[in-house]
């Protein structure tokens, strides 16, 4: 663990330092300003009132007349009892007798008036003076008092004692205060550690739990069982990530529900903030513009899908704010049209952002067209026949019934338009029954080529007349598992048309085989084929290569998709082969189970 010099642990600790550093020094300082007065005090005190008693010992007549050795054995044996020096000097500042001098020195000693304490001395007061000594290297404390002989100041008296005591005393004193200094920090340092980390680890654990509930762990739990304050804040804690962890799940759980709605939507929805940059997309956009969510999300809008219209539109509804709907033809990737719906997106009553919904209209659209279009046609289909029923029931009416020659004639044409609009409703019903959803098959087994047989035969006279021959090279034993009535509508229209579509003499050959898991059963014509251009269209309702043509031999356009619907319920596909002037070959599968 790397240590943290700023850690509160540590502030703490130097805090507790610092206080007891300050508090016991300040408190050694006055102690010992306080010591060192009382003590000099003390001495100053003492010393004075002994200067009393050896003042009062002074022999005033020997001072007056200067009789040197008397006071000088008289000091001498007094210093040795009061442990001080003494010197006796006389009113005009000459040392006369000095405890430390011998009679000789003291005659050469400097004349003491000049001394502060002699001055004061000689001035009738108590005169205190501390001093450093030169010849002892020490400082002295001097007390000088007045010597009086009916009262009047005769003479000084002045007792000396070094402080090299006091400043030992007070020398001892100061290393045990700092002694105790050192042992307090010490002891301030172990024990602000102990209480410190004791106080700490609480907070450390708030700590590492805070930053647990940062990274969206909030199952982690502070156990914290004190009841002091940071007890309390744990269980605040422990109650807001548990809070939070609720909120979060909640807001998960409408993520997900959101998400799946988003997903399975046919509509394309893409969310771009207020700098039109692509925030998100839904699956259906990939697919609507062929690429990946990688390389839309997190762009900008025009540079992933480059067009203009549709970011014109969002660029509207983030400058006015207001919801835009348009339908747009798309030409790329693919031609698509789609109905645009883009609603501003608000924060805090402010843009920021365009909600866009992209509905693909292309399929709707094309059967509406497919729609009017089949009833376009079916109008037409019907219209022919009709006009011309009526117009030849009104040359009846107008007197042609009574034309013996011709009104046979018209009545034929009448029938023969009757039973094209008969053929022409049958189809259409038939085309609707199979579209229908609720068709059901009503399967059986049966023998193919037995049924193609039985078609052929039905073609005899068609065939015949168009000098056609017709073979049926379907295997003898083939089975098949289909709705026998729907297979022989697919036999009866694709044989009709090879024949109908034929050239005088021509063929047509009827056969199948297995195909993998498939049958595939073809009925090839040496007919007319069909232009290039037009085989992809060959399946749709009403499409006719020749319509006069096909209108004339009965036919309704019809047939093909009757023939593909008929397959594909089956399971199967349908497919052609066909070279303008050579023949076709109409195919299709079916799975064999
Ligand atoms: P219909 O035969 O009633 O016109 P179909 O749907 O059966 O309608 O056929 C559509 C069109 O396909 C025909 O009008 C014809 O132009 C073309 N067609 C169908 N079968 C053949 C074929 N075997 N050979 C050439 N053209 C064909």
């Known amino acids: 663990m790397n240590i943290k010099i700023h850690s509160f642990k540590y502030k703490l600790a130097f805090s507790y330092l610092f206080i007891i550093l300050v508090s016991f020094g300040l408190i050694a300082f006055f102690l010992d300003r306080k010591l060192e007065n009382n003590s000099l005090q003390d001495i100053k005190t003492s010393l004075i009132n002994q200067a009393y008693l050896v003042e009062a010992q002074i022999p005033k007549e020997a001072l007056l007349q200067g009789n040197t050795p008397l006071m000088d054995s008289l000091v001498k044996s007094l210093s040795q009892k009061i442990k001080c020096r003494i010197t006796v000097i006389n009113k005009a500042g000459k040392v006369l007798a000095d405890s430390e001098e011998t009679i000789n020195e003291v005659l050469k000693m400097e004349n003491h008036s000049d001394r502060p304490e002699i001055k004061k001395a000689l001035s009738d007061y108590t005169g205190e003076e501390i001093r450093y000594s030169k010849t002892l290297r020490i400082d002295m404390l001097y007390i000088a008092l007045p010597i009086k002989s009916d009262r009047e100041i005769i003479g000084v008296l002045r007792l000396a004692l070094p402080l090299s005591d006091l400043k030992e005393m007070l020398f001892v004193i100061r290393r045990v205060v700092l002694y105790s200094l050192f042992f307090a920090l010490g002891l301030a340092f172990i024990l602000g550690a102990i209480l410190t980390r004791e ?58 529900h959101l998400m799946a709605i988003l997903e399975s939507m046919v509509e394309g929805i893409v969310v771009v903030d207020k700098a039109s940059r692509i925030i998100s997309v839904n699956p259906t956009v990939e697919k609507i513009f062929n690429t990946s969510k990688n390389n839309l999300e997190g762009r900008v809008f025009l540079e992933a899908i480059r067009n203009n219209d549709l970011f014109g539109i969002i660029n509207g509804v983030l400058k006015k704010g207001e919801f835009a709907s348009r339908e747009l033809n798309l030409m790329w990737p693919v031609q698509k049209i789609f109905q645009i719906n883009a609603s501003p997106v608000f924060e805090k009553g402010i843009i920021s952002g365009c909600l866009l919904v992209i509905h693909d209209m292309t399929e709707i659209r094309k059967l509406e067209t497919m729609r009017r279009d089949f009833v376009a046609n079916v109008s037409h289909e019907l219209k022919t026949p009709l006009t011309s029923i009526k117009g030849f029931i009104e040359t009846l009416i107008e007197g042609a019934i009574d034309d ?52 052929i035969s039905s073609f005899k006279v068609l065939s015949e007349k168009k000098n056609v021959e017709i073979k049926n090279e379907i295997p003898q034993e083939f089975l098949i598992r289909a709705d026998k009535d729907r297979m022989e509508q697919v036999f009866t229209n694709l044989i009709d048309n090879a024949i109908k579509f034929n050239k005088e003499k021509g063929g047509v050959k009827v056969y199948g085989r297995e195909e993998g898991k498939d049958m595939k059963i073809a009925i090839e014509d040496s007919g007319i084929g069909i232009p290039e251009k037009d085989i992809p269209r060959i399946f749709e309702r009403f499409y006719r290569v020749d319509k006069a043509r096909s209108r004339e031999l009965g036919g309704t356009g019809l047939g093909l998709s009757i023939v593909k619907h008929i397959v594909e319920l089956h399971g199967g596909n349908v497919g052609v082969e066909s070279v303008e002037g050579l023949g076709s070959k109409f195919w299709f599968t079916l799975p064999m189970q």
């Not at 982690?220 to 799940?249: W, Y």
């Not at 009104?407 to 199979?434: C, G, K, P, T, Y």
């Open 199 to 256: 106080i700490a680890k609480p907070i450390n654990r708030m700590i590492y739990a805070s930053n647990k509930f940062s990274k969206g762990d909030f199952s982690h739990k502070i156990h914290i069982t004190s009841k002091d304050e940071l007890g309390e804040l744990a269980s605040v804690l422990n109650k807001m990530a548990e809070n939070l962890e609720d909120k979060i799940g909640e807001i998960e759980v409408k993520n997900q």
């Open 404 to 455: 013996k020659e011709n009104n046979r004639h018209f009545l034929n044409i009448i029938q023969e338009h009757a039973q094209r609009l008969n053929q022409l409703v049958e189809d259409l019903l038939s085309l609707s029954h199979l579209e229908s959803k609720d068709i059901a098959l009503e399967k059986s087994i049966f023998n193919l080529h037995q049924l193609a047989d039985n078609i």
